[in-house]
């Protein structure tokens, strides 16, 4: 079964700094991967995904992650963090399965608190 | 704006009482996904429809119930509402498995 594992449920950087939200999966079949933010009081925004093909994914506002099979990971940055960014940050699995399903399994979510 | 609407955006309602919330899929969309985000449970996937068919079933208690209409919009019905049940109820499409889920806003219920 998939499963997703995001370390730390909240992360602290000031403005500028390097933005990294930490994501592992479990997958028993080639996985799709996504990562999610969610500002106050908003819904759910794609910033990224990786289905196959390079590795490195870049997303919107600046952000990009890397999928690293040997680790089964796929962790989230941004070289450097604005006050925008402050959010929620959910990774997310897809599952694939017949039949046209495709539901999505989340993380836990980090919140990002981006400081002055 | 992810071209999903969902209503009502909020709802307060009374234990025991049934609610609907409804769901326009983003033009062209064949699949939709109901999930609930709740404090303790995070992001839970709730069910999913596919032109009109159910295609898969994840933590969706029996007291809750959905469908989708032949104009591809989805109902997901809660009833004999619980304190427990308040939380934020998204909906999400896609064009079909593997493409990218895109989320409404959301419909915040309060059960009081």
């Known amino acids: 079964a998939q499963s997703v594992t995001q370390l730390g449920s909240h992360v602290s950087v000031s403005e500028g700094a390097l933005v990294l939200l930490r994501c592992n999966y479990s997958?028993?079949?080639?996985?799709?991967l996504f990562w999610y933010v969610q500002y106050p009081n908003q819904g759910l925004q794609l910033l990224l995904k990786?289905?196959?093909?390079?590795?490195l994914v870049k997303g919107i506002n600046g952000f990009e992650a890397e999928f690293k099979k040997s680790e089964t990971s796929f962790h989230l940055t941004k070289p450097s963090a604005h006050m925008s960014d402050a959010a929620e940050y959910f990774c997310?699995?897809?599952?694939?399965?017949?039949?046209?399903?495709?539901?999505?399994?989340f993380g836990q979510g980090t919140t990002l608190q981006v400081k002055p | 704006d992810s071209g999903v609407t969902q209503t009502p955006k909020h709802l307060i309602t009374a234990t025991g009482q049934r609610v609907t919330l409804r769901c326009s899929p983003r033009?062209?969309?064949?699949?939709v996904y109901w999930y609930q985000q709740s404090l303790d449970q995070g992001l839970q996937f709730l069910i999913q429809?596919?032109?009109?068919?159910?295609?898969a079933k994840g933590n969706i208690l029996e007291r809750f119930s959905a469908q989708q209409f032949p104009d591809l919009h989805s109902e997901l019905n809660l009833s004999s509402l619980e304190l427990g049940d308040s939380a934020l109820y998204f909906c999400?499409?896609?064009?079909?498995?593997?493409?990218?889920?895109?989320f409404g806003e959301g419909s915040w219920l309060t059960v009081v």
């Open positions: 999400a499409s896609s064009a079909s498995s593997g493409n990218t889920i895109y």
């Open positions: 997958s028993s079949v080639p996985p799709y």
């Open positions: 990786y289905t196959t093909g390079a590795t």
């Open positions: 997310a699995v897809s599952v694939r399965g017949s039949g046209n399903t495709g539901k999505l399994i």
């Open positions: 033009s062209g969309d064949l699949s």
């Open positions: 429809y596919y032109n009109g068919e159910e295609r």
